[in-house]
């Protein structure tokens, strides 16, 4: 190969280049607005119909609030295909000193541009007790709420506490002993059904 031929040859890889590069940060591009998170304890919810009689427990519920402004390439239609959020969830170990770390991530799907909604995971009551040592005190042994939220290749982090990602903090010790659930995973998967975002089923 002589000069002339390996400089053109060098000149259409660059342009090449140049060329995938804007293409992908195009296709993977995001502008979105994520709330600070909120947790609260929530009593299990009395469904009609049913004659057997108790006493409600709590639920901790962990929710944050979240708004797509424009996505790249342009959605025609108004909705983005997915979004990814993984949670993170900093809980006082009940054996000893310390936090174990609680993780989940959930797909949502059909999200509309341009309209806030919420997402949201919960602590069943079994979890609250064997965590807190009573059946309600579960917003009470919380350390911080957090995660990560995925949308066309864009990623923001959302946190409840001063210090940045403390899910990465190498004090916290990861466990799936209680395991977090989605919205559909509890009793509450039919309810405020327009105020949260479209969970992907299993398949």
């Known amino acids: 190969m002589n000069f002339k031929t390996f400089s053109k040859s060098l000149f259409i890889s660059l342009i090449a280049g140049i060329v995938a590069v804007g293409t992908a940060s195009v296709s993977a591009e995001a502008k979105f607005k994520v709330d600070k998170p909120d947790f609260d304890d929530l009593p299990s919810p009395a469904l009609g119909g ?64 341009g309209e806030k909604i919420y997402a949201s995971i919960y602590l069943s009551p079994s979890a609250v007790k064997r965590l807190s040592g009573g059946e309600r005190a579960g917003k009470s042994i919380v350390w911080g709420v957090g995660g990560e939220i995925t949308i066309n290749g864009t990623t923001e982090t959302f946190n409840s506490t001063s210090k940045k990602e403390f899910w990465k903090a190498a004090s916290l010790s990861r466990t799936d002993k209680v395991p977090l659930l989605n919205k559909d995973e509890t009793p509450f998967a039919n309810m405020w059904w327009d105020r949260y975002a479209e969970i992907q089923k299993r398949r």
């Open 50 to 113: 049913s004659k057997k009689r108790f006493t409600p427990k709590d639920w901790l519920e962990v929710e944050v609030a979240f708004e797509i402004k424009d996505v790249r390439p342009v959605a025609k239609d108004g909705f983005v295909d997915q979004v990814e959020i993984r949670w993170y969830v900093a809980v006082e170990n009940p054996g000893g000193k310390g936090y174990w770390l609680l993780e989940k991530q959930v797909t949502h799907v059909n999200i509309e541009i």
